[in-house]
């Protein structure tokens, strides 16, 4: 049983809450053994259409948990494992054959940001903060900002975010692409509500293959990503049929 997270299973979809108030939800060995063993339950449920995050109290994560960054300043060796152990969970958070949303409630800085971006979609309340904000401290980021960020904003917004180290307000994070939407901090469940069961009436078949085919244009040129899109879109029709009856009973609906 998980002791840093509150998992809600909703039949198709779930709803992970970082449950650490009183420590804003910073992550510690105890949340990286949690969210692997998460992981290992959802990478083989065949029936989850959609998994997010959130957090309760200020925040949604704050990072590193600050006795854990004491240790790691201290032993190199043991905070390369630690970064190693975070970016592995955010891989496979991206690698997951569904949805995935951040639904960010308050502050989200240093490994709580770049576990935000490593979501599909990221929900924001408008009196939530975020940054990568590891330069305050002299240091450059481990969980993948400077991979992510250039992809989601350009290189040279990504390097004025990691460099600056300043707080976004939700509406800067919506203008620059960095989160989709901005809602009151007291409908933000209820808006993730609606994302929910938006994906939870999609079929899961869709949502892997269009995911995969988006992260496919990251990596190829535009005529190689649009043949990648016709052979998945063939895949799609050949493996699951249900797509094709789906468009006909649209048709005889009118």
């Known amino acids: 049983m998980s002791e840093t997270l509150e998992v809600d299973r909703r039949d ?8 650490t108030p009183e420590r804003l939800n910073s992550i510690t060995e105890d949340r990286l053994t ?12 065949e029936t989850l259409h959609a998994l997010a995050f959130t957090g309760r109290g200020r925040a949604f994560c704050v990072g590193l948990d600050l006795d854990l960054l004491k240790r790691a300043f201290d032993d190199v ?7 190693r ?9 991206e690698a997951l054959p569904f949805a995935t949303i951040a639904a960010v409630n308050g502050y989200a800085r240093a ?3 770049e576990l935000a971006i490593a979501c599909d979609l990221l929900l924001i309340g ?14 450059m980021p481990g969980g993948g900002s400077t991979q992510r960020l250039p992809r989601m904003v350009g290189s040279q917004r990504a ?35 609606e994302w929910l069961d938006m994906l939870a009436s999609r079929p899961r078949p869709l949502l892997s293959a269009t995911k995969r085919a988006v992260a496919a244009a990251d990596r190829l040129e535009t005529a190689a990503g649009v043949e990648y899109e016709i052979q998945a879109f063939v895949d799609y029709l050949t493996h699951y049929p249900d797509a ?11």
């Open 85 to 93: 152990r975070l970016n592995g969970i955010l891989l496979r958070i």
């Open 159 to 193: 390097k004025e975010l990691i460099w600056s180290a300043r707080w976004l307000t939700a509406e800067e994070a919506v203008a620059m692409g960095l989160a989709l939407e901005a809602v009151p901090d007291d409908g933000l469940d209820a808006r993730l509500d």
């Open 77 to 83: 060796a043991y905070f390369e494992t630690v970064v």
């Open 244 to 254: 094709r009856d789906g468009f006909r009973r649209s048709i005889d609906a009118g």
């Open 126 to 139: 408008e009196g939530a903060s975020v940054g990568d904000n590891h330069a305050h401290v002299g240091v």
């Open 111 to 113: 490994g709580g940001f």
């Open 12 to 19: 198709k979809v779930m709803v992970v809450t970082f449950d």
């Open 34 to 45: 949690d969210l692997e063993a998460l992981l290992d339950e959802v990478e083989v449920d």
